[in-house]
């Protein structure tokens, strides 16, 4: 359990390295899901579209909130957009800045998820096929409405008894199919060339602003790191303190179970020392509500 701690602590770190590599392998997971997954419409002209659509757009939601749960700043962007003034104030530069990061990261995998579903076509054909325009396929002549809507409904289901011998079954589907894979290159277009845009025009920007909100933005992020490792490690010396003051009657039982105390006095200053003075329940609430109210000023 520590060592699985351990390893979730690390792939929550601030390294856009690591970070990055957790996009890459939520994208190459989202093309493993569908790769995977069994797409049986239901033929049904009540659900198809539901079903469709649902494939289509529930699993990119679920990723989306995997990128973010699994991203550490986007706790720390909330953090510093909900705190209080106090003493130093809140630049809404950085909290852009690190929003945008946030977005950008967790979209990766979302996006791949509806490229693949859009050039595959699966989920469009069921979605839409029971709303396509009988008249411009033959096949569909000389039935009525209520049978051609079962009809285009079971379009998807090529081993219907129905769909066997219709002729404009496959139409229907290479028509869904190829305004799919339309749409989906499209989208792809757009996201390739927004990014290049992004890249090549973002030289003509004030890159001053640019690299002070970075800067503040990693700032933040590893300032709460070290916050929490030195309250942690404030909290272990606190307990052990406190551990020791209520066993220390029982010293001499205590070390008969081979548990070694130090002796009165030794290693006490030093204790004291890290402690900082902060040695009372009431001391500890107050630092840390003065820290979350009145964050000290970036003046060393």
């Known amino acids: 359990m520590d060592r699985f701690r351990m390893i979730f602590q690390y792939f929550q770190s601030n390294s856009e390295s690591v970070i990055n590599g957790i996009c890459g392998l939520l994208a190459l997971a989202s093309v493993k899901m569908y790769s995977s997954f069994d797409f049986s419409c239901p033929c049904l002209p009540q659900y198809n579209m539901a079903y469709g659509l649902g494939v289509m757009l529930v699993p990119p939601v679920i990723l989306f909130l995997c990128g973010l749960i699994l991203n550490r700043q986007s706790l720390v962007m909330l953090e510093e957009w909900r705190r209080p003034q106090g003493r130093r104030k809140k630049d809404l530069a950085v909290i852009r800045y690190m929003c945008s990061s946030i977005m950008q990261r967790a979209m990766v995998a979302p996006v791949v998820w509806i490229i693949v579903t859009l050039l595959d076509g699966k989920c469009l054909i069921c979605a839409f096929s029971g709303s396509m325009d009988p008249e411009k396929f033959v096949g569909f002549a000389n039935v009525s409405t209520v049978q051609v809507q079962q009809l285009l409904a079971k379009v998807p289901c090529k081993d219907d008894e129905l769909m066997r011998n219709n002729t404009s079954r496959k139409a229907v589907s290479r028509y869904l199919r ?92 030093g204790e004291e020392d890290l402690l900082r003075g902060i040695t009372d329940q009431d001391q500890v609430n107050k630092l840390l509500k003065s820290w979350y109210y009145e964050k000290p000023p970036l003046d060393v």
């Open 178 to 269: 190829c305004w799919s894979q339309a749409l989906g290159w499209t989208i792809l277009l757009i996201l390739i060339i927004a990014a290049f845009l992004a890249r090549w025009l973002r030289p003509c920007f004030n890159q001053a602003t640019l690299l002070q909100a970075r800067h503040w933005s990693n700032y933040i992020d590893i300032e709460q790191k070290i916050f929490e490792e030195t309250c942690c490690e404030h909290s272990r010396l606190f307990a052990h303190k406190c551990i020791l003051h209520f066993f220390e009657s029982m010293r001499q039982e205590i070390k008969l179970h081979s548990f070694s105390l130090p002796k009165e006095g030794e290693g006490a200053e």
